[in-house]
T-cell receptor, first 113, second 118 residues
Framework: AQRVTQPEKLLSVFKGAPVELKCNYS??????LFWYVQYSRQRLQLLLR??SRESIKGFTADLNKGETSFHLKKPFAQEEDSAMYYC???????????????FGKGTLLTVNP | DTEVTQTPKHLVMGMTNKKSLKCEQH?????MYWYKQKAKKPPELMFV???????INESVPSRFSPECPNSSLLNLHLHALQPEDSALYLC?????????????????FGAGTRLSVL
């Protein structure tokens, strides 16, 4: 079974502080990992995926297969980063698992001025 | 056009009503999805259509009936719903995730239909 755990329901930081949103996963094999973000009153949108290995809006995430983690990091948080962040996993074995996005429960990030 | 469009934005219905939610995309995606999202919870997958055929039904009650009339449209027909079915219903689309290659299984979400069942 595939599972995604985000241990922090709420995370509050001050503007300019570093931020790390934790994500751990359980999957037999090598899954594809994503971070999705949902700003207030906006649609759920992809922030980044591990395959791309890119930085979006200053955020990065590295897949650590040994620790089965995919933590999201940003060195200097901005107020506009306040949002709900979901870590998600997709299978890569083919069949139905490729279609299923398993979401973590989400972390609500608040960046205070 | 890189958007998934859902109508209506809001819907209030009684338990004996029949209504439909609509979803449209013009990105040429061949997989379309319905999710249910309760407040402050992650989306939960309901149905997946691939090439206009139902691929996945996550044991959803029969009072929810999906339909994919063509590759751009996805409907969700609602009948005899219960108050606990009140939620945000999200539609998403992706390229064929079985096709391989980068970006094939990135899902693009609509803004959702907020459904209240009285």
């Amino acid at each position: 079974a595939q599972r995604v755990t985000q241990p922090e329901k709420l995370l509050s930081v001050f503007k300019g502080a570093p931020v790390e949103l934790k994500c751990n996963y359980s999957y037999s094999g090598s899954p594809e990992l994503f971070w999705y973000v949902q700003y207030s009153r906006q649609r759920l949108q992809l922030l980044l995926r591990h395959i791309s290995r890119e930085s979006i809006k200053g955020f990065t995430a590295d897949l650590n297969k040994g620790e089965t983690s995919f933590h999201l990091k940003k060195p200097f948080a901005q107020e506009e980063d306040s949002a709900m962040y979901y870590c998600a996993l997709s299978g890569v074995r083919g069949g139905g698992s490729n279609y299923k996005l398993t979401f973590g429960k989400g972390t609500l990030l608040t960046v205070n001025p | 056009d890189t958007e998934v469009t859902q109508t209506p934005k809001h819907l209030v219905m009684g338990m004996t009503n029949k209504k439909s939610l609509k979803c449209e995309q013009h990105m040429g995606h061949r997989a379309m999805y319905w999710y249910k999202q309760k407040a402050k919870k992650p989306p939960e997958l309901m149905f997946v259509y691939s090439y206009e055929k139902l691929s996945i039904n996550e044991s959803v009650p029969s009072r929810f009936s999906p339909e994919c009339p063509n590759s751009s449209l996805l409907n969700l027909h609602l009948h005899a719903l219960q108050p606990e079915d009140s939620a945000l219903y999200l539609c998403a689309s992706s390229q064929d995730p079985l096709a391989g290659g980068l970006a094939k299984n990135i899902q693009y979400f609509g803004a959702g239909t907020r459904l209240s069942v009285l």
